[in-house]
C-alpha cells in the first residue's frame, strides 16, 4: 500500500505529522533544512526571520492545545523559543524520525497510481544525492512566507534595494538614509529596528492601518474576546471606538484614512512604530511615483534621497514543483476546498494533493492549522463511502468562510478566513468522521 508524503516540517508539516502518525498512516517527511522549525528556524535557508521577529498573537491563542508552551514562556516569544518550542513538540510526539533532513522536492507529478515525488539531498560529508518514490498523495506544507513579492517601479535606483526577506540585523542601515516601502507587521517591526541605527527613516504607504496594541487593561489584547464572537458590523465598530481610545487615529502621525474597516486586512500588531512617528524618529510618505538614480520621487510630488531601500511587500504563495492546475490555481491563488482540497478540473472527487498552512486569520494560531491537520488525517483514514460523502461537499455551494467581513482583494489577502468561521467548519466535519468511525465499530 502506497504511503503519503508531507513537504515541509514547519508548524503546519509536525502538524500534519502528528495527525497522520495518531491514526496510523504511513508516511515519508521531506525537509529543505537540517531541522525542524520551518522559517521559524533562523537558520533555514527559506527563513525570513530576523533577529528581533516575535509572535504577533500572544502564546495562549497560538499554540498547540495538545502541547502547551512551558511556564515561564513569554507573553509574545521571539523565534529561538518559537524554534525550540517545534523541536521539543517533534521530539515529544516522536516525529523526526519520519523526516528526511536537508532534501528539497524538486517535483511533484501525476503517474498512473498516484504522485511521483522527487528530492535533492545535500548536507553532511556527502555528495548531493537525489532520488523519487511514488506516494498515494502528498500534502504540502512548505509554508506561505518563503516568496518575496517584488513589485516594479518605474526609474532606476542607484542605491541597495533589499526585500524584508533577506533582513536578519539593522546594523545594515547604520548611518544611512533608509526608506522602507510597505507598513505591513514586519515593515514596522524594521522601522523600529531601523530608528537606532539609521541616518534616517521614511516609511512610504498607499494605505492606511489599524493599529492594535499588544496588551490592553494589562492582558494580552487577543485574549480579552475569547467567548462567543460578535457579528462582524458590531466587533468592527466596537473595536475601532477602543482602538482610538488605546492608540490615538493613526493619520494624526501621517498615515491615510483606511479605506476599509478593521479587520478587512490584516492589523499592524505594533504601536511602537506611532511612539517613533509622535517623536520624530521616522516619517510617513506617500506612494512611489519613480526612482531617479538616488532619489525617489513620491506621488504628490514631494521627492529625497536615500542610500537603501527595504521592500517590506510581503510575499506570494509558492509551490514551485508542483503544475499549478494540480491545485486548480485560479487568480492569485490556489482554490481549495476549506484551503485544503484540491481536485482536477473536471473530474470528481479529490486528487490527492493536499494543503496544510494555505490559510491567514487573525487569531488562528497553530491550533487552526493543527484542526485542518486533523481533518486532512481523519479523511484519509476514513472508508471510500466516508471519504465520498465528505468529498460531496465541495461539489455543492462551498461554506462561508468571510465571518461576514469583506476582505480587500488583494494578494495577501487571497486566502484569508474568518478565524471563527473556518474553525468551525473544519471541527465540524472532525465530528462527522467521528461519529461516523463510533458507529462503525458499534456494528461490528
Known amino acids: 500500500m502506497l504511503k503519503y508524503a508531507i513537504v515541509g516540517a514547519g508548524p503546519s508539516g509536525l502538524a500534519g505529522a502528528r495527525n497522520l502518525s495518531k491514526l496510523g498512516i504511513d508516511f515519508d517527511g521531506f525537509e529543505s533544512a537540517g531541522e525542524a522549525g520551518g522559517l521559524w528556524n533562523i537558520d533555514n535557508p527559506r527563513s525570513t526571520m530576523y ?45 523526526l524520525k519520519y523526516f528526511r533532513f536537508n532534501t ?42 518563503a516568496a518575496p513579492s517584488i513589485p516594479a517601479f518605474p526609474g532606476t535606483f542607484d542605491g541597495e534595494i533589499l526585500h524584508s526577506s533577506q533582513y536578519k540585523s539593522p546594523e545594515i542601515f547604520r548611518g544611512k538614509r533608509v526608506l522602507i516601502i510597505g507598513a505591513g507587521n514586519s515593515g514596522c517591526d524594521i522601522a523600529v529596528d531601523a530608528v537606532h541605527h539609521a541616518h534616517s527613516i521614511d516609511m512610504s504607504v498607499r494605505r492606511g492601518y489599524y493599529f492594535v496594541p499588544r496588551y490592553m487593561l494589562g492582558k494580552p489584547t487577543d485574549t480579552l474576546n475569547q467567548g462567543r464572537p460578535l457579528p462582524a458590523r458590531i466587533k468592527q465598530a466596537v473595536d475601532s471606538r477602543l482602538l482610538k481610545l488605546f492608540t490615538g487615529d493613526p493619520v494624526r502621525f501621517g498615515f491615510p484614512q483606511p479605506d476599509y474597516r478593521i479587520y478587512e486586512s490584516h492589523p499592524i500588531v505594533n504601536t511602537l512604530v506611532l511612539q517613533h512617528l509622535g517623536q520624530g524618529d521616522l516619517q510617513i510618505r506617500p506612494d512611489i511615483d519613480r526612482f531617479e538614480g538616488h532619489t525617489v520621487h513620491f506621488s504628490d510630488g514631494t521627492s529625497d534621497d536615500y542610500d537603501l531601500i527595504m521592500l517590506a511587500t510581503g510575499y506570494v504563495l509558492d509551490y514551485p514543483f ?76 462551498w461554506p462561508d468562510l468571510t465571518g461576514g467581513y469583506r476582505y480587500l482583494a488583494l494578494e495577501r489577502m487571497s486566502f484569508y478566513v474568518n478565524k471563527d468561521a473556518y474553525r468551525r467548519e473544519v471541527k465540524k466535519n472532525i465530528r462527522k468522521f467521528r461519529l461516523r468511525k463510533q458507529r462503525t465499530k458499534e456494528y461490528e
Not at 120 to 137: D, F, P, W
Not at 368 to 376: D, F, N, P, V
Request: proline share 3%; charged share 20%; with cysteine.
Open 51 to 95: 533577529d528581533s521577529a516575535h509572535l504577533i498573537s500572544s502564546k495562549t491563542t497560538t499554540e498547540f492545545t495538545e502541547f502547551p508552551m512551558a511556564e515561564g514562556t513569554p507573553d509574545y516569544p521571539g523565534h529561538k523559543v518559537l524554534c525550540k518550542y517545534f523541536t521539543e513538540f517533534a521530539h515529544t510526539f516522536d516525529l
Open 104 to 145: 528539497e522536492v524538486t517535483s511533484v507529478e501525476r503517474v498512473n497510481d498516484g504522485w511521483k515525488v522527487s528530492w535533492k539531498s545535500s548536507g553532511g560529508a556527502g555528495a548531493a544525492t537525489t532520488g523519487s518514490a511514488v506516494y498515494a498523495g502528498v500534502v504540502l506544507a512548505n509554508g506561505t512566507l
Open 322 to 397: 508542483i503544475d499549478h492546475r494540480h491545485l486548480n490555481w485560479t487568480g492569485m491563488a490556489p482554490t481549495l476546498f476549506l484551503n485544503m482540497f484540491g481536485a482536477d478540473a473536471g473530474s470528481s472527487g479529490f486528487n490527492g494533493i493536499y494543503v496544510l498552512g494555505m490559510v491567514e486569520a487573525s487569531g488562528l494560531g497553530w491550533q487552526g492549522r493543527y484542526e485542518q491537520a486533523e481533518l486532512l488525517a481523519r479523511y484519509l483514514a476514513a472508508d471510500k463511502h466516508a471519504q465520498h460523502d465528505f468529498e460531496s461537499q465541495a461539489e455543492k455551494p
